[in-house]
């Protein structure tokens, strides 16, 4: 009998967002199947292009006459199943974005990229296959093989279990290596040595001096080398001629976790509160109820553990558990506490992996080696069977939104994927989105609160607020005389502090004090940063990049200064004010390297510094019992963007960061200093009181007609030429305003606040509605058309739900 698959071509366009179909030739017929991908003839050129399978049929299509064939397989298993291909369907529909799209989203990227297949052997081979297939090797390039041996022979090998592919990514070295430094002569001879070494060259006697304390048989890395005992790249180099030491190159593994040891922990006793939301938890996984529940818990109140055991739970009853977190790689501790508690049933899956980390990790995934999977926003497609949990940890993170095609919220996946698994969902934050928290009023969701600290006496810290008006008058640097009383009173005692820099919406420029010029980017209508580590000005939107100038440009003068209060300034004043205090400055610019964020996080930890300096990076998640102080400089610069989200935005954020202190058993302060003492957002950090925010905040977005009582969609279009943008987006917006009803509102048109980035200008409008019947259509319609505009320039977006709306 004939077969005919139906597949989905990697075309995104309207016209190729449903399946094609193709026959599938005989060699072919007993090993396909539904979710792998192929390649096939396209077009009327016949282009060869890739496709996944969604389908496989044996009626015939109507008109098999013009039927092409399937060429090629290329994949030998399914690398989607059939929940995430209906998952890739929905999403397409609700996201308003191509189905190809979202079936290579859900993949991870080293098998979206350029690479390299081979095949490896799984288990025994007759022994002429073996040898014809694999001529004594252990594996074999798949191109190599396919010279030897036919392709349908090597499909039945895999589905005998027999092989399996492996993907290498290209352009990417094979092996990782570093360099490591070995002492080369005895601590008598480098005594010797040093007796020599001129009075003047410091890094010389520095380096001598260290190798002398190092032990004979050990290693230390070039990079810790150089960086924890500030050695220059020529010092190491010139010590490894006069033969002092050896540099040598290490392999290193890939595994991120590989070198460090996880002890087993044991569950704690969960008190009440944690109790009972355990309890409901479970019963909903007993009772297989896709529960979408709300963790309401404040800072510290012991979230994580009630995810822990929920998690025990379902491993227990043999299923699978998915725990999403915002930008895991800047959460270490909470990988340390997953991988103490399940160990290797651990995959962890996060942008700061490399692309070859993350395949491994989505293999152990795949091959049902890891059922647990911890990870951040993409990680909610990870391909596991029969889940019986997951988890949106900090729920209210916009980063859970993918912020390019296609725009999908993890948080709704998540909800979809329990839906589908008839399992519970946990949403898990101290301050939730109001949207999460008004379906929970509504009994949508269901609410389970956390409303004291675990540890035994744990409270909730007291809270100072500074008004800035009045410091600033009595002090010339960025500390009130309150927050450098605390500071020094905490320090005394040995404890130590957590200073937060809100760093959104402004940042470090430089300015002509003649002219009052500031540096623009060209492509951009935003002003360039300066960053001090690599001496250049960069453009926080397109990446361009130039040198700082010694002179403004605009009228020559050389009164060119430095303004704004970035990190490394704070950090001077602060080492002024306090000479004795050890600090950790910790934002993108000192936790550039791979690695880096974690060293100085457990830097602080081990108490190796006073005070951890930092951005909004040392705001979530960390668990210290010894910071009794935590001090936000600026809580203001997110209160005054143009957006209805920023007071919930920096309510959300001041509470986070307030919970950092008092964790252990010592009481914490909070100060925050501000120019707006007396705005809710900030009053009501004072008792993180939530459930007073939640009142407030809905009743203005009630008032003002925004989300939850809304729902948005946002259209923007763009265009190098700023007429033809702003033009195609008044087309549209009349557009939509005839072919919507009366229960909808098109606001605008407007150019975005930043109105040109990366040379292309962007307009927007936002639908506003509650129900509208003919939404759907009118943006699939939008869809189509925008497609014809493609070839001219102009792009279309369409954002269900934006979070941003500057
Ligand atoms: N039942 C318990 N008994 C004693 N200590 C507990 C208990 N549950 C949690 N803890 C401890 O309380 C501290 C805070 O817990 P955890 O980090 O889970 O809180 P959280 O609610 O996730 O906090 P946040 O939202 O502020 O990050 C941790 O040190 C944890 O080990
Ligand atoms: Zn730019």
């Known amino acids: 009998m004939d077969k005919f698959a139906e597949i989905i071509v990697d075309v995104p366009a309207m016209q190729t967002n449903q399946p094609f179909t193709y026959l599938i030739p005989e060699e072919f017929r007993q090993v396909v199947s539904v979710g792998m991908r192929v390649e096939v003839p396209f077009g009327n050129g016949n282009r060869h292009i890739q496709g996944f399978i969604t389908n496989i049929v044996t009626e015939a299509p109507r008109v098999t006459d013009s039927l092409k064939a399937i060429t090629n397989i290329l994949d030998l298993k399914p690398v989607l199943n059939e929940e995430l291909l209906l998952l890739a369907d929905e999403m397409a529909q609700k996201t308003y974005s191509f189905k190809i799209t979202c079936l290579q989203t859900m993949l991870p990227s080293v098998m979206r990229s350029s690479y390299k297949k081979w095949i490896v052997k799984t288990a025994e081979i007759e022994p002429d296959i073996d040898e014809q297939l694999f001529k004594g090797l252990a594996e074999i390039e798949w191109d190599e093989a396919l010279e030897s041996i036919p392709l349908s022979k090597l499909l039945s090998l895999r589905a005998e279990e027999k092989i399996d592919l492996r993907y290498e990514v290209l352009t990417k070295n094979k092996i990782k290596t570093k360099k490591v430094i070995k002492k080369k002569m005895t601590t008598m001879e480098l005594r010797e040595v040093a007796k020599s070494i001129r009075a003047n060259a410091k890094q010389q006697q520095k380096l001598c001096a260290f190798l002398m304390e190092f032990a004979e048989d050990s290693e230390i890395s070039l990079l810790e080398l150089m960086q924890e005992h500030d050695l220059s790249r020529a010092a190491i180099t010139s010590a490894e001629k006069a033969g002092w030491l050896s540099i040598e190159e290490r392999e290193v593994y890939r595994d991120p976790y590989a070198f460090q040891s996880f002890k087993q922990d044991t569950p704690l006793d969960l008190n009440d509160e944690q109790d009972k939301a355990l309890a409901e938890v479970i019963k909903a996984q007993d009772e297989n109820a896709a529960t979408t529940f709300l963790l309401e818990g404040v800072t510290g109140s012991g979230k994580t553990e009630v995810y822990l055991q929920a998690i025990s739970h379902v491993l227990n009853k043999g299923k699978t558990a998915i725990m999403l977190v915002p930008e895991i790689s800047l959460t270490p501790q909470t990988v340390t506490r997953f991988k103490k508690r399940f160990g290797a049933d651990v995959a962890v899956l996060h942008s700061g992996l490399s692309e070859g980390e993350r395949y491994d990790e989505w293999r152990k995934i795949e091959r049902n080696e890891a059922r647990v999977v911890v990870g951040a926003r993409s990680a909610v497609f990870a ?415 369409i954002d269900v739900e934006p979070q941003n709306f500057i």
């Open 383 to 797: 391909p596991l069977e029969n889940i019986g949990l997951l988890i949106v940890d900090e729920e209210h993170e916009s980063s859970y939104k993918q912020d390019e095609t296609p725009r999908y919220h993890a948080r709704d996946v998540a909800i979809w994927r329990s839906q589908y698994h008839h399992c519970p969902v946990i949403l898990g934050s101290a301050t939730p989105s109001l949207e999460s928290r008004a379906r929970a009023q509504k009994n949508v969701y269901q609410l389970l609160p956390l409303t004291k600290r675990a540890v035994a006496d744990a409270v909730l810290p007291k809270v100072e607020i500074v008004d800035m008006r009045k410091a600033i008058a009595q002090t010339k640097n960025s500390f009130s005389t309150e927050l450098i009383q605390k500071l020094t009173e905490r320090l005394a005692l040995g404890e130590q502090a957590v200073l937060m820099l809100n760093r959104r919406g402004f940042s470090s420029f430089i300015m002509c004090r003649d002219c009052g010029f500031v540096l623009p980017c060209p492509n951009c209508d935003i002003s360039l940063t300066l960053h001090m580590d690599t001496k250049t000005m960069k453009c926080h939107y397109c990446g361009h990049e130039e040198r700082i100038p010694y002179q403004c440009p605009s009228c020559h003068s050389d009164k060119i200064r430095y303004y704004g209060t970035g990190t490394q300034k704070v950090e001077t004043e602060l080492q002024e004010l306090l000479p004795d205090a050890r600090i950790i400055r910790m934002d993108v610019d000192t936790t550039r390297k791979k690695g880096s964020h974690q060293a100085l996080l457990r830097r602080f930890e081990n108490h190796e510094a006073d005070i951890l300096l930092g951005t909004q990076m040392i705001a979530k998640g960390l668990d210290f019992p010894n910071v009794t102080l935590v001090g936000v400089l600026n809580a203001d610069t997110a209160l005054n963007l143009p957006d209805f989200r920023s007071s919930e935005r920096t309510f959300q954020l001041l509470t986070q960061v307030s919970g950092r202190s008092g964790r252990g058993d010592k009481p914490g302060e909070v100060v925050i200093q501000t120019f707006n003492p007396d705005h809710y957002a900030i009053q009501l950090v004072q008792d993180q009181d939530y459930e007073t925010f939640y009142r407030k905040e809905m009743s203005l977005r009630h008032l003002s007609g925004y989300p939850p009582y809304y729902f948005t969609v946002q259209v923007v279009a763009s265009h190098e030429d700023e007429y033809l943008a702003a033009k195609k987006i008044y087309q549209i917006a009349e557009k939509l305003k005839t072919s919507l009803s009366e229960q909808a509102v098109v606001l605008g048109p407007t150019p975005k606040s930043i109105a040109r980035v990366n040379k292309r200008y962007f307009y927007q409008i936002v639908i506003k509605y509650r129900q509208e019947p003919n939404l759907e259509q009118a943006l699939n319609d939008l869809m189509v058309a925008s497609q014809a505009e493609i070839q001219k320039g102009m792009r279309i977006v």
